[in-house]
């Protein structure tokens, strides 16, 4: 594990309430004189509560999921919506000349390996030699790997970018969107909120 990525706050998974105690906690401790650490921590405060106002107004509606595609495994297998239903998944919509797929796909093919939880790691648009000779110079499984070549599911992620991670419960809805590169601790956070519903 990288420790660098705890920098990576963009991509989520990380405690905010755990970040405002800890800056809190520095400032008191580091400041001085205590007018000055009054005036931080009054600021602190502020950015908080703007922080946890947006990120309460922005948090999408859960939405129904539409109809998947049959998506393919690269053994051949077809994965039906049917084979999906009633429980929850993630899907991972990456390609294989898009740089930030490139980076998170061996963390997410790991993951998805010893996850109870299904995580598809849907190839969008390219031919199975293709996306097969890319995972074999990469040394990544291909267990989870679907292939889609109609593209589809960009669709339902309501976005044309990639990486798009989406996360489906089992009433079929989708409660998370992930877009861009996704940390292993966001991914975790994710499929844990998963497991509670």
Not at 92 to 109: H, I, K
Not at 156 to 170: E, K
Request: include cysteine.
């Amino acid at each position: 594990m990288d420790p660098w990525t705890v920098l990576a706050v963009w991509q989520g998974g990380f405690t905010a309430w755990a970040g405002l105690l800890a800056t809190a906690a520095i400032l008191a401790w580091r400041m001085r004189p205590v007018r000055a650490m009054r005036r931080a921590l009054g600021v602190l405060a502020v950015l908080a509560a703007i922080w946890f106002a947006a990120s309460a107004m922005l948090q999408p509606e859960a939405r129904p999921l539409p109809d998947l595609p049959v998506l393919v495994g690269m053994d051949g297998t077809e994965i039906t919506p049917e084979n999906l239903a009633g429980k929850p998944f993630a899907i991972n919509l990456w390609a294989t000349w898009c740089p930030p797929c490139r980076r998170e796909l061996p963390m997410l093919a790991e993951e998805a390996a010893n996850s109870d939880i299904p995580i598809l790691l849907a190839n969008q648009g390219e031919d199975r030699q293709a996306v097969a000779d890319y995972l074999l110079a990469s040394g990544i499984s291909p267990r989870s790997v679907v292939l889609h070549k109609q593209m589809g599911l960009m669709d339902v992620a309501g976005n044309g970018v990639l990486p798009t991670t989406i996360f489906v419960d089992a009433e079929g809805e989708i409660v998370a969107t992930h877009v861009g590169e996704i940390s292993r601790a966001a991914l975790s956070d994710k499929l844990q909120q998963l497991q509670g519903d």
